[in-house]
């Protein structure tokens, strides 16, 4: 029987935050997030509306009436990010994540970036990148590391 190769860690905790995603309920993009420390998974998150709200599917997406480019205006969404989520998850069960890396399918926006930092996360993977130059300011100031993973190489 051949043996079937095991992913590295990174692949491993992306392919996750890849899982979660698809339970996102944003009509614009699906976004999956995991919090992890010590090579165990703390927490996860996915984008969508707050917890007993109307799905964007159901109420439309108001970013997309109204035109708004990708990278702007990120606060006129229904939705709350995948990072946001993993870090409340973490928050509400009493989870301490500082020190911890995040995983998540789409490089954090601002809004996110500023929650990462405070909660002292160390290390940001993302395999897509995301157009906000303030996001990639302030992770450079706070010594937030950002890791774009490419899993095509990877698994080549």
Not at 28 to 33: D, E, F, L, S
Not at 34 to 56: F, R
Request: glycine share 8%; net charge neutral.
């Amino acid at each position: 029987m051949k043996r079937l190769e095991r992913p590295g860690w990174d692949e491993y905790f992306m392919q996750m935050a890849q899982v979660v995603a698809g339970r996102s309920t944003c009509l614009r993009r699906q976004v999956g997030a995991v919090i992890v420390k010590d090579k165990q998974i703390l927490s996860t998150g996915y984008n969508g509306s707050p917890s007993g709200l109307s799905h964007c599917a159901e109420k439309g997406c108001l970013r997309q009436q109204l035109g708004i480019p990708s990278g702007e205006r990120a606060e006129i969404c229904r939705a709350v990010h995948a990072e946001q989520n993993a870090l409340v998850q973490a928050a509400k069960h009493g989870v301490v994540i500082n020190g911890a890396d995040i995983y998540t399918t789409v490089q954090p926006c601002v809004l996110c970036t500023k929650l990462l930092i405070n909660a002292g996360i160390k290390r940001v993977f993302y395999l897509y990148p995301y157009p906000d130059s303030l996001a990639l300011e302030l992770a450079t100031e706070a010594d937030l590391e950002l890791v774009q993973l490419n899993l095509q190489e990877a698994e080549g």
